[in-house]
């Protein structure tokens, strides 16, 4: 084995050699294969295993992504995209035909567990906080047509339901 190859990249190797002679169609899937640092040394280049992708900064393991860092931290971009498009499908059909009230339980009951899948195994920042807030306050800015906070917080009162999304957290 050359100093050049990395001990995870021969054995990537010699599965893939294995497989190959057995004439098993078996392959190694490299966009669910990495390689990722977190800790005090994040910043370090991680071995080059050959792969087309590169090096990477997060992935995905149990549908939450994990990035590299100093601690154990989490993404919340993929969540929030995809906790707007669940929104944005239900304004689609239901923001002229249902009430504000209806509209804000669907919410509660199907689209706060997508934005806060599996972040109860992270520690979260008060930036992270502050990010989930104004995700779903902007969902009610979009819902009571308004661009003050002010409003949202007196609608959600008025709708019994707490400001924010610490309450479920």
Do not use: W
């Not at 001990?7 to 392959?27: D, K």
């Not at 991680?46 to 087309?52: E, G, L, Y």
């Amino acid at each position: 084995m050359s100093s050049s190859v990395s001990s995870l990249e021969f054995l990537l190797r010699a599965c893939e050699r294995v497989a190959i002679f057995r004439h098993e169609q078996l392959s190694i899937n490299v966009k669910k294969s990495s390689c990722i640092r977190t800790g005090n040394r994040c910043n370090v280049t991680c071995a080059s295993i050959m792969t087309c992708h590169g090096q990477v900064s997060e992935f995905r393991y149990l549908g939450v992504f994990i990035v590299s860092s100093r601690s154990f931290k989490c993404s919340l971009v993929h969540a929030k995209r995809s906790f707007y498009a669940v929104v944005n499908g239900l304004f689609g059909k239901l923001l002229n035909l249902a009430s504000e009230e209806v509209i804000l339980e669907l919410v509660r009951a199907k689209c706060i567990p997508i934005l806060l899948y599996g972040l109860e195994c992270f520690h979260l920042g008060k930036a992270d906080l502050q990010s989930l807030d104004f995700t779903f306050n902007r969902l009610c800015m979009k819902l009571f047509k308004t661009g003050s906070i002010d409003v949202v917080k007196d609608c959600l009162n008025a709708c019994r339901i707490a400001p924010g999304l610490k309450l479920y957290l």
